[in-house]
């Protein structure tokens, strides 16, 4: 069975007008594709593949049900492709997708106190930049700035409790260079 773009594209013009034998190796030929398009799609946002089979089935179905408006002067990949990612979309949505982040990792820094030093404002400034830009504005925000967490977070595109871990994090990771950390 051949897997050629402009292969595919014959076969499933030949599909639509009604030759079943086309429309069978059609298939055939995508479920593997889609398979790794899947697979690849839900690993580059860090899931699983327990849910590949399932956004198979329907990209194949929406497929079948839109076959008709694939516009047989163009490459059927590009249009294949197109439903898939939306299929993917919707499978992802569907299942729920959120960002889970232990809250052992969190545990230590709720305890954490960090006294004043005898840092420079100019020390601190240097000290305050060796934080990646995300935790740097997120630490000038809310703890020189003193605004909220959902301040901060609509302002970065993140959610409350996103940060809120994000600054403990960046505390920890400042009071630890200064050697100011106690549990």
Not at 86 to 96: A, E, F, M, P
Not at 160 to 167: D, F, K, Q, S
Request: glycine share 8%.
């Amino acid at each position: 069975m051949s897997s050629s773009p402009s292969e595919l594209s014959n076969l499933m013009r030949a599909a639509n007008r009604g030759d079943a034998g086309a429309y069978r190796q059609v298939l055939g030929a995508l479920a593997p594709m889609l398979r790794m398009f899947v697979r690849r799609g839900l690993a580059r946002i860090g899931r699983g593949s327990e849910d590949v089979e399932d956004i198979v089935q329907e990209t194949l179905l929406a497929l079948h049900l839109k076959r008709h408006t694939w516009d047989e002067s163009q490459p059927l990949e590009p249009w294949i492709r197109a439903v898939a990612h939306h299929k993917l979309i919707d499978g992802v949505r569907r299942r729920g997708f959120r960002e889970h982040i232990n809250i052992d990792d969190c545990a230590e820094v709720s305890a954490l106190t960090v006294e004043p030093s005898d840092l420079t404002p100019a020390e601190c400034a240097d000290l305050l930049a060796t934080l990646p830009e995300r935790s740097r504005a997120i630490v000038q925000g809310m703890s020189i700035e003193g605004h909220s967490a959902r301040e901060v977070g609509d302002r970065l595109g993140m959610s409350e409790g996103a940060v809120r871990v994000a600054l403990h994090r960046a505390l920890k990771a400042l009071a630890e260079a200064t050697g100011q950390v106690r549990s």
